[in-house]
Nanobody, 127 residues
């Protein structure tokens, strides 16, 4: 079973950048989907984006709210996925989670599809 550990969250000013990491262990993430979700206080967990890890790269999809600002990438050697967040806004403030879904999964923008979750990392964007 895969274990996921997020890191990199912190307080940042509006307009700034952060890179979150999601380190996987227990099994390879090759062929899987790794997604990022976020949850702000009092709100439901929200899809941010995912990467379908295949070959040397992988395809990624993003929520409309982060398109053009956030980028998901991977490091095969480290079995790690990154979320690069640029032009951060106060409304990006949330706990960010990475999640795992195996090869062949469908409905990969839905949190219920994902079978493994990290503990979350707090991102706070000040105005």
């Amino acid at each position: 079973q895969v274990q996921l550990v997020e890191s990199g969250g912190r307080l940042v000013q509006s307009g700034g950048s952060l890179r979150l990491s999601c380190a996987a262990s227990g099994q390879t993430i090759s062929g899987s989907f790794i997604a990022w979700f976020r949850q702000a206080p009092g709100k439901e967990r929200e899809f941010v984006g995912y990467i379908n890890i295949s070959g040397r790269g992988g395809t990624s999809t993003y929520a409309d709210s982060v398109v053009g600002r956030f980028t998901i990438s991977r490091d095969n050697a480290k079995n790690t996925v990154y979320l690069q967040m640029d032009s951060l806004k106060p409304e990006d403030t949330a706990v960010y989670y990475c999640a795992f879904a195996p090869w062949g999964s469908r409905w990969v923008t839905e949190s219920s599809t994902y079978t493994g979750w990290g503990q979350g990392t707090q991102v706070t964007v000040s105005s």
